[in-house]
T-cell receptor, first 114, second 114 residues
Framework: SQKIEQNSEALNIQEGKTATLTCNYT??????LQWYRQDPGRGPVFLLL?????KEKRKERLKVTFDTTLKQSLFHITASQPADSATYLC?????????????FGKGTKLSVKP | EAEVAQSPRYKITEKSQAVAFWCDPI?????LYWYRQILGQGPELLVQ????????DSQLPKDRFSAERLKGVDSTLKIQPAELGDSAMYLC????????????FGSGTRLTVV
């Protein structure tokens, strides 16, 4: 079965630096790979989606890369701020569309210190 | 901005009792999911609906859990009888099913079984 590894349980960085989070998976490449932000006691919030035929996607200070050869996605937050502190979840959608469902990693807890 | 509504927000119940959670997805979202998230883990799919039909309930412990979406709109997840190991956050999500917009999650129901 598909396994997802977000290989840092926690990441601590200084304000203004770039945070880089890693998501690795086994077996087959997903149709889509998604990143979510989750604050304590709340549901995940969708951030970005990247398709298997896309290398990179950007949204404001966020950038996601997808390497199907390495079976890895990197999630970058540039010019990080304390408000970016949260848990970030990687999720795979193997099928895409209405028949797909998401398989989530355990998440990486990011702390941005002022 | 449209939200996925869930209630109750918190629930404490004694083991062997019945408990029910309610979810109202975003209007027009045909696909609805129930996920369970144990503290420190990523969400895990329990059941997926397309309109009123179950698409995937392979991970739903059917001896004690049931889910329905009778009119293809709101949904109820029930546990009977509750066990100590059921303590978790129960998350509902919905999507149009076209992938690009990600999933919209509700704030969840935090269940504690004592």
């Amino acid at each position: 079965s598909q396994k997802i590894e977000q290989n840092s349980e926690a990441l601590n960085i200084q304000e203004g630096k770039t945070a880089t989070l890693t998501c690795n998976y086994t077996n087959y490449s997903p149709a889509y790979l998604q990143w979510y932000r989750q604050d304590p006691g709340r549901g995940p919030v969708f951030l970005l989606l990247i398709r298997e035929n896309e290398k990179e996607k950007r949204k404001e200070r966020l950038k996601v890369t997808f390497d199907t050869t390495l079976k890895q996605s990197l999630f970058h937050i540039t010019a990080s701020q304390p408000a970016d502190s949260a848990t970030y979840l990687c999720a795979l959608d193997m099928n895409g569309g209405s028949q797909g469902n998401l398989i989530f990693g355990k998440g990486t807890k990011l702390s941005v210190k002022p | 901005e449209a939200e996925v509504a869930q209630s109750p927000r918190y629930k404490i119940t004694e083991k062997s009792q019945a408990v029910a959670f309610w979810c109202d997805p975003i209007s027009g979202h045909a696909t609805l999911y129930w996920y369970r998230q144990i503290l420190g883990q990523g969400p895990e799919l329990l059941v997926q609906f397309q309109d009123e039909s179950v698409v995937d309930d392979s991970q739903l412990p059917k001896d004690r859990f049931s889910a329905e979406r009778l009119k293809g709109v709101d949904s109820t997840l029930k546990i009977q009888p509750a066990e100590l190991g059921d303590s978790a956050m129960y998350l509902c999500a919905s999507t149009r099913g076209q992938g690009e917009s990600g999933y919209t999650f509700g704030s969840g129901t935090r269940l504690t079984v004592v």
